[in-house]
Every structure is written in structure tokens, then in C-alpha cells.
């Protein structure tokens, strides 16, 4: 039996039984997939329409075969395209363990790929083959077997030069083959013959994963696999700087509408395309989607959770019904021109039921909802201007395209949201840091955190935004989080304190944002019952809404894991019930308690600095 280092004799193929289950590659890594089972199952039917091809990604090692097609697969599972990689080490150690790297079984390795390939596409899956394959026989008949089935097949290469895919050499397989420890290795004394007429060819020395990514996508558009609408991009409702003026001089004609801070900062969320694809504030329709189904239905199923809507009291109303553009005021200044605008009947209290399942009077956004006006109106926003608030933190404000922007500089091949309205200990920490090296461990090299404080309206108890913003400065200065890995921006959504129903809107905010992971704590957006004093929602049901929600296939949720102080290792730690009473669990009313008496926490419950942060706070409230 011969192994890749004696691959110049022919040898002949055993199909005893004993000999199936023999390892006979060496020198084969398994390659991590991006997209867990439960992920990809979701993906499966979302789109309708077969799409079943294999993509045959050839090229010598090194190239840039797995990364690209770990890439393509992320991409459009996350799109709601099934897709699968065959991987050649991941083959090779099961399916194809029985075969070495002669001609003999690298001709029958191909065939055996190209029939599974052949299934997985007649299955309607796109199936990307990531294989040197380096006869070009051994291609063409990988070719002629989907042919002979009736199903697409395109070959790509991916094309880089040996000495870069020496220098590359990720696996140490090019420095052993000099060596001559490995012989018969394609490119060094192994011939690999160079498709003459693929369908797509990768320059992966000059090309970025991206682009590379973006290329075959173009393909698969063209040849009808990928509709054209599997992403949208980001859509902001900025006035174009060409036609600034002339909207600016129309805004001044216009009848005009008054309105608070808040509806300012929902302003801000759709100009910005945080609520991508609304072209305004929400008109009937819209609103009954969103209010009764937590989606908008109109173009496929997009997950929209919480009302964006624009309440106008009954003399408004009667003042402008009929025009077919008003201006949107604030702080005495014109914003914005709302277009074709639609009034309906605001009915406060079916909309607080459904939306945060009470009408209980005293929860501080519900008595806002029932304060506001009786009509809402819905129309086609344009905003004239960059909105800054000029306190100092308009520099973290950054849009969802400036975001992936800074994930694109940051070469970023996966960003992990964590959204909070609430100081930072070293419990949100661990967490933080746990979802990074898990995301490690499944293959991605440059994983980036999005920390992502929410900065619009709070409850009067939570601690504002500036003392929020310099308390998450001293963790990233004391290298709780790694600086180099995070980006550290504000959310300008108002919060709702709605529970499941508004940590739905978090998380396809954050998507809309280029973030593919989302993690959820414990009652996310929840808040204790005005009267009773309980929790609101049942504390788990936040992150299990998460994973069932519709309209969220781009984004994988990390699931809250139990934090408390570990008061033998002195830090926070993953609860552990075998040992409970190692564990005390510290609560955020606790904590408050002792920020406010001056007292200092257990030492690693959270970074000294930020802890300082947070009790120059609350003594800040004494002073006033």
C-alpha cells in the first residue's frame, strides 16, 4: 500500500472491505466550515427557484482554493442560497481515506468528488468542489458527468504563482517537498496542467478574498444561480450633495411639522439605513406587516420588528392632509422633507399590546406612545443633512456603510455584534472573548468585535451615554478587549425596552451593518414590571425568539452563556452548578449599590479604570 511520498508506481486499488476505512492520504488538514449545521439548515427553501451547480475551484496548493470557497459558501448560505464545500483534505479523510496521490487515485479521487458533487447539486444546492485536480482529463469528465445529468458546472481557477504559493506554503507541504521528503507534489515534480477554457479565472496574488468573491458572484448572477436581489445594499435617505440645494430651497416652501428628540433620533436611524430597505417612515401597510408579523412582506420576508413611525396630532393632521410634501423640523431648523406622506389612525393601545405585549401606563416608552400624537404618518423621507448632536461623540457615530468600511480596513472575515445600553464588567467580557476564540476555532483568521452601545432616548435610571462611553474607553485601555480587534461605535436607535420583540430590531440592525454574528445576553431589551417589580419577559426568551425569528439568515446568534464571580479564581467565570458555591452572582442592582456608597467590587469584576468611571457617576448625581 502506498502513500503520497511513493506516488511515481502505479498501484492497484483494493476493494476488499478491510481495506475501506484505511487512511492512506497523508499530509491533509480538515478545513473548519464557516456555516454551522443549524445555519445552514435555515437557508435551505428561503429562496425559491432550483439552483443546483457544482463551482470546481482548481489550482495548485496554496492558491487560495479553501479560502475562497469557505468564502462563497458563508456568503450565500448567509443569503438564503444552500451551498456546500467539498474540501480536498476534508475528503480525503473520510470518503476518499482510501487513496493515495498516484495518477490511478487522483483520477479516481476526481470521480468520486464530481459524482458527490454531482448529487449535492442535483439535490439544489450549489456545490463548491475546492480541489487541485490537476488533469485536465480528470476535469473534463468531472464536467461531462453534471452534463450527462442536465446540471450546471463551472470551472474556476484559481490562479496564483508557485513562488507565491510557496511562500504561502500554510501547511509546510512546498518546504518537505524541496526536501524531498514529499515526492510527486504538484507544481515541484508533479505536473499541473492549466485549464484552457474555465469559465472564471482568480488572481488571488492580486485579487482580495472579496474581490475574488464578488467575481464569482458575477457569474453566478449572469448564469441565473444568484438572483440579483440576494443582498441589498444599504439604503440611505440623504439628499444627494447635487441636489442638496435645490431640495434645501424646496424644504423652505414647504408646510412644516414640529417634532421632538426622539422622533429626531428615528430621523437619524433612517437616514443612516439602519432600518434598510424603509424609504421613510413606515406608511399603513408597512406598519400593519411590521405590528402583526414583525417582517415586512412586500420583496421577500426582511425581519422588521418595532414600528419606525411618525405620530402628528389631529390639528396637524388637518392641516396637512391633502399636501403632497411637508418639512420635518427640529431645533428650529428644517431636516427634512417627508414626500407623498399617508396619515392613518394611531391606535396606542393595540400597538403597545402588540408591541411590547402590556399597556401598562408607566412604562416609560409606552407613556410616550400614549402622549403622542393620534394620527401617524408615513411617506418617503428625505434628510438634508448629516445629523450631529455636537456632544462630543459624533465621531462614534458611524453609519452602517462606514462600518463595513472600517470591517473591509480591518480586513475582517467575520464581526461578532454585542449591543448594550449598560456599563461593561468582565462578565460581558469573558463572553466577548469566548465567541472570539470560537470563531477561531471554526477557521476565521481576523474575527472583529462591533461593541456597540445604543445612543439614542434611555430610561432616566440607565447611565447615560457619555459616562457609558467613558466607561468602555478604560476597558479597552486597561486591554480587557483587545483594541486592535474592536470597534467601538454608537447605535442611534432610542431604546424601547420591548424584550423579544425589539432584540429582533438590534440584531438586523447590526446585520444591515455587516455583522454576521450577534451575541445576546440574558433579557435583552427587558426591564422590570413597573408595578410588580419582576422581570418584564422571561429572561431566555430574548435569545430563543432570536434563533427562530424570520428575516435573519445573514446573522448567527451566539447564545448567552452564565456568567458570575468566581470567588476562588477571583474573576468572572462560566457558571458552573457543580461548584455553585465557588460562584456569586452579582447583580447589576448590587453593583449600582456599590458604585453609589463609593465601595469598591470583588477584584476582576471589572477593569479598575472603568469601575472608577462608573463611581464618579454616581457621586456626580449627589453633587446635582
Known sequence: METSGNSNKKQKL???PESWGMQRATNVTYQAHHVSRNKRGQAVGTRGGFRGCTVWLTGLSGAGKTTVSMALEEHLVCHGIPCYTLDGDNIR???????????????????????????????????????????????????????????????????????????????????????????????????????????????????SVNECIQQLLDLLQERDIVPVDASYEVKELYVPENKLD?????????????????????????????ATPLNGFMREREYLQCLHFDCLLDGGVINMSVPVVLP?????????DGCTAMALVYGGRRVAILRNPEFYEHRKEERCARQWGTTCKDHPYIKMVMESGDWLVGGDLQVLDRIYWNDGLDAYRLTPTELKQKFKEMNADAVFAFQLRNPVHNGHALLMQDTQRRLIERGYRRPVLLLHPLGGWTKDDDVPLPWRMRQHAAVLEEGVLDPNSTIVAIFPSPMMYAGPTEVQWHCRARMVAGANFYIVGRDPAGMPHPDTGKDLYEPTHGAKVLTMAPGLISLEIVPFKVAAYNKVKKAMDFYDPKNQEDYDFISGTRMRRMAREGQNPPEGFMAPKAWTVLKEYYKSLEKA
Request: proline fraction near 4%; glycine fraction near 8%.
Open 93 to 207: 479523510q473520510g470518503l476518499n481515506k482510501n487513496l493515495g496521490f498516484s495518477p490511478e487515485d487522483r483520477e479516481e479521487n476526481i470521480r468520486r468528488i464530481a459524482e458527490v458533487a454531482k448529487l449535492f447539486a442535483d439535490a439544489g444546492l450549489v456545490c463548491i468542489a475546492s480541489f487541485i485536480s490537476p488533469y485536465s482529463r480528470d476535469r473534463l469528465n468531472a464536467r461531462k458527468i453534471h452534463e450527462a445529468a442536465g446540471l450546471p458546472f463551472f470551472e474556476v481557477f484559481v490562479d496564483a504563482p508557485l513562488d507565491v504559493c510557496e511562500q504561502r506554503d500554510v501547511k509546510g507541504l512546498y518546504k518537505r517537498a524541496r526536501a524531498g521528503e514529499i515526492t510527486g507534489f504538484t507544481g515541484i515534480d508533479s505536473e499541473y496542467e492549466k485549464p484552457e477554457a474555465p469559465e472564471l479565472v482568480l488572481k488571488t496574488d492580486s485579487c
Open 246 to 274: 435645490l431640495a434645501k430651497a424646496d424644504a423652505e416652501t414647504l408646510p412644516a411639522v414640529e417634532i421632538g428628540k426622539v422622533d429626531m433620533q428615528w430621523v437619524q436611524v433612517l437616514a443612516e439605513g439602519w
Open 14 to 16: 483494493s476493494n476488499a
Open 312 to 320: 402628528v396630532s389631529g390639528a396637524d393632521k388637518d392641516r396637512l
